[in-house]
């Protein structure tokens, strides 16, 4: 079964910085795009960034560009997530997401129903 593990969540203090990690364990996505959600309890999953399969093309949402840098090494069949400036509303639970293309080039989406693939979760907690 493939699975997407994210890891580098934790807690840390407004103005710190964390890298996210997603690696996949038994199918490469080299030639998927990838994407980063986050998730508070209550709330929708909001889409924070996301990077075409041959790392070209990225896209933020508002609120992060200019602080988190989305990254992808193909040869490690890895995804990052840089997040610098760190703010106490950046607290959530982040998603690693694979959007499968086949053999149809597309721009990465940043509408969670477009992805077919999740990791579980890992938790980042900003304190004030």
């Known amino acids: 079964q493939v699975q997407l593990v994210e890891s580098g969540g934790g807690l840390v203090q407004a103005g710190g910085s964390l890298r996210l990690s997603c690696a996949a364990s038994t199918r490469t996505f080299s030639r998927d795009n990838m994407g980063w959600f986050r998730q508070v309890p209550g709330k929708e999953r909001e889409f924070v960034a996301a990077i075409s399969w041959s790392g070209v093309i990225k896209d933020y949402t508002d609120s992060v560009k200019g602080r988190f840098t989305i990254s992808r090494h193909n040869t490690k069949n890895t995804v990052y997530l840089q997040m610098n400036s760190l703010k106490p509303e950046d607290t959530a639970v982040y998603y690693c997401?694979?959007?499968?293309?086949?053999?149809?080039?597309?721009?990465?989406?940043?509408?969670?129903?477009?992805?077919?693939?999740w990791g579980q979760g890992t938790q980042v907690t900003v304190s004030s």
């Open positions: 997401a694979a959007q499968i293309l086949g053999d149809v080039r597309r721009s990465p989406s940043a509408y969670s129903y477009e992805y077919d693939l």
